[in-house]
């Protein structure tokens, strides 16, 4: 029999660490992306295969008990990130017409924490990211710099940057060299 050959994803932040006093920037736990697109009125069909209800409202997300979360990117398009389980897999069971595609490998983030951990996001990003515009839960797809990133705010104090994996090391040193101006 034929030796199988595996491949291990790297991510391209591992080891990495940074921020100022007040901010902590740390590569995101290695995660399952889905890109969903479907038509609104069969979402609910998709929402019980994810074991969460996919957020209708522009710019917001949900997470479930077991850290699935969907960010709504559009009016049928979502963002599902998932740590622990597999969301392509309980898609694949639904048998409407919709897209889902792994983005696994395309996609890693970068978590921006503390009390400087707005500033340092927005200095880089032309949305307001402010606490009345874009409270905990906020979701948006947007620039930062020069690259598209999904931020979304997964606490008072927390950011969640993704980007793709071949811009990760620019996101990484614009939010590194905004950490040192935010809190100065």
Not at 116 to 139: M, Y
Not at 142 to 150: L, S
Request: glycine letters at 8%.
């Amino acid at each position: 029999m034929a030796d199988i050959a595996h491949a291990t994803r790297i991510e391209p932040l591992a080891g990495r660490t940074g921020g100022a006093a007040g901010v902590a920037l740390t590569p995101a736990a290695p995660a399952n992306r889905v890109s969903l697109r479907v038509d609104p009125a069969n979402a609910k069909a998709l929402s019980k295969a994810l074991g969460l209800e996919l957020p209708m409202v522009p710019k917001t997300s949900v997470r479930n008990e077991k850290g699935r979360l969907a960010a709504w990117l559009g009016p049928d398009e979502w963002l599902i990130i998932d740590e622990t389980g597999n969301p392509l897999a309980d898609l694949s069971k639904v048998k409407l017409l919709h897209s889902a595609v792994d983005i696994s490998h395309r996609n890693t983030a970068i978590l921006v924490t503390g009390k400087g951990a707005r500033a340092t996001v927005q200095s880089g990003c032309p949305q307001n990211l402010g606490d009345k515009v874009f409270p905990v839960g906020s979701a948006t797809r947007t620039v930062m710099g020069k690259i598209e990133v999904v931020i979304l705010r997964t606490g008072e104090d927390e950011f969640r940057v993704e980007c793709w994996r071949s811009f990760s090391d620019y996101a990484f040193g614009m939010l590194s060299e905004a950490a040192k101006d935010c809190l100065a």
